[in-house]
């Protein structure tokens, strides 16, 4: 049993995230940006064309064990393979919206394929994910893999990589006799995206630019990300639903939600206005349909709470009626 397994519940809490897959990666090379409508329709045509012709090796999985794995190897469809079934005839395609230069949403088509869903629970675009994977391009060659799991952040690795894995489910997770750990009934799946959901314009590695990706991936299990230990899981920092976490910025300090302890820049930390009363739900004092870790003016009383939190300096909240209701939550 592979050693990654005996330091597994410390990796749990102290995530050694890698970034071979991550969209901020050093680039060795940048090319000149291309408009993003027709270069996705001249990738997606060329990706249609390799899954029209190219298999892969589907009766190796069809095979597997629930704690086995098998390696992905793509081949084309001629000669004694002219019988394979196609990747065409085998994926799902699923849309994922790029904004592009003008500000308009083009589609862009991921193409994937389920060899085992897993038996857990799917992670979020958010979420850090246990995975081994492999990274290819359409003419073969494989420019990253790891056999044995590493941690990674679901908001740094490219568009295409987070959104595929959050199709997935984690394993199950085995304590063996010697204090080693394994995993069954993982997910493993297929994914095969345009390079906008990739590097695009960026070389990487020996990854050229606009490059469409293929990507094999194996999820162990996962973890649920509160990247600022704010009390809110990151997912529901993206308060736009775009899958983007870097633009939602509510106070506007250059530091995204899912990063600021404290959100909407009152001085108050977002885990101590989230649910201040402790009935389990989202506070939101003047009921104005933003909640109070969101809202510079909580009481909505025409005093910015960080103007009335604590003018005295004692590091407690005013409450200068005396009625127990600290004043930035008083709207008298």
Request: charged share 30%.
């Amino acid at each position: 049993m592979n050693n990654i397994f005996k330091t597994f519940l410390f990796f749990l809490f102290l995530f050694g995230f890698f970034y071979s897959c991550s969209s901020d990666s050093e680039n060795d090379d940048s090319a000149p940006p291309k408009e993003i409508g027709p270069q996705y329709i001249v990738e997606n045509d060329s990706i249609v064309e390799f899954l029209k012709t190219h298999f892969y090796n589907y009766e190796d999985f069809d095979a597997l064990g629930s704690n086995e794995n098998v390696d992905l190897i793509i081949d084309t469809i001629s000669g004694d393979n002219s019988s394979k079934i196609s990747l065409f005839d085998q994926v799902t395609t699923m849309k994922v919206d790029i904004m592009d230069e003008n500000d308009e949403k083009i589609s862009h088509n991921l193409y994937y394929i389920i060899e085992r869903e897993g038996n857990g629970v799917k992670p979020t675009v958010a979420d850090s994910v246990f995975v081994t994977y492999k990274g290819q391009l359409l003419d073969n060659t494989t420019f990253d893999s790891r056999n044995n799991p590493v941690w990674l952040d679901q908001t740094s690795v490219v568009r295409g990589f987070q959104e595929f894995t959050s199709l997935l489910k984690r394993g199950e997770i085995n304590v063996n006799n010697n204090g080693t750990y394994s995993f069954d009934n993982f997910g493993i799946g297929i994914a095969i995206f345009p390079s906008k959901l990739g590097y695009y314009n960026n070389a990487t590695g020996n990854i050229p630019a606009y490059s469409p990706l293929i990507f094999q991936i194996n999820l162990k299990t996962i973890a649920t990300a509160d990247h600022d230990a704010d009390k809110v899981n990151s997912i529901f920092e993206d308060l736009n639903g775009d899958h983007i976490f870097n633009n939602d910025d509510t106070d506007e300090d250059n530091i995204p939600n899912y990063l600021d302890r404290d959100d909407d820049g009152d001085l108050i930390l977002t885990k101590e206005e989230y649910d201040y009363n402790g009935d389990g739900s989202v506070d939101d004092t003047d009921l104005d349909g933003i909640p109070n870790y969101l809202d510079d003016d909580d009481d909505g009383d025409g005093v910015l709470t960080k103007d009335e939190y604590d003018n005295d300096g004692d590091g407690e909240p005013d409450d200068t009626d005396g009625d127990g209701t600290p004043d930035y939550l008083d709207k008298d």
